[in-house]
């Protein structure tokens, strides 16, 4: 059995009507869902935020999930009907970001090649890439996904080579010392 309507045109009775029975339809899709509720304009905020908390006890480990895959919806399906100064929004996305981290460390997934964070995102409307599924930590990856416990690779490559540097020059100032020992004539000091 199919839908066959978006989601985003649903009255909450047939939200209502379409998650009770959502097993039944082949082309049902949580992340259109939970989507839909955000654009869906037939709804007032009361109504969105019912069918988000019945959405949620259907599929509450998948929503979770959404702050890794599409953390923009989970956010503004999270402060639905809330006015959030600056700092409060900074302190719900640093929250989205240490569970962001804790899914992938509990899961034990290493890519982070995830949803939003897989496609081309670019500034330009016109880009014809944008869209593009493009693989991790390329140059197209227009958002990426990073921590503050990460290692910067680059720095560390740098530190790499100031060290092999130093015991380069250590091991040269060694020999010198041993040739002069050795040799008493080319001390003149």
């Known amino acids: 059995m199919e839908i066959g309507k978006k989601f985003n045109q649903f009255t909450k ?10 097993k039944k339809y082949r082309d049902f899709n949580t992340l259109g869902l939970y989507r839909s509720i955000i654009e869906n304009d037939k709804l007032d905020i009361e109504e969105k935020i019912e069918i988000r908390n019945l959405a949620n006890s259907y599929f509450q480990k998948t929503f979770n999930f959404y702050q890794l895959k599409d953390p923009q ?5 999270i402060t639905l009907n809330q006015e ?13 970001r240490s569970n962001q981290e804790k899914i992938l460390k509990n899961k034990r997934i290493k890519h982070r090649n995830f949803g939003y964070y897989s496609k081309h995102d670019c500034a330009y409307s016109n880009c014809p890439l944008n869209g593009l599924m493009v693989k991790q930590g390329s140059i197209l ?4 996904m990073w921590f503050d416990s990460d290692k910067n690779r680059y720095i ?4 790499s080579e100031q060290n092999r540097k ?3 020059n250590m091991s040269q100032l060694i020999k010198k010392e041993l040739e002069q ?4 004539c080319i001390n003149t000091k």
Not at 73 to 77: A, D, G, I, S
Not at 141 to 144: F, K
């Open 13 to 22: 009775e047939e939200y209502y009507e379409t998650l009770k029975d959502h």
């Open 73 to 77: 919806t989970y956010f503004e399906l």
């Open 84 to 96: 959030l100064t600056k700092d409060e929004e900074q302190k719900i996305w640093s929250g989205i």
């Open 141 to 144: 990856a227009g958002g990426h």
């Open 156 to 159: 560390a490559h740098e530190k």
């Open 166 to 168: 130093e015991r380069k």
């Open 181 to 184: 020992k050795d040799n008493p």
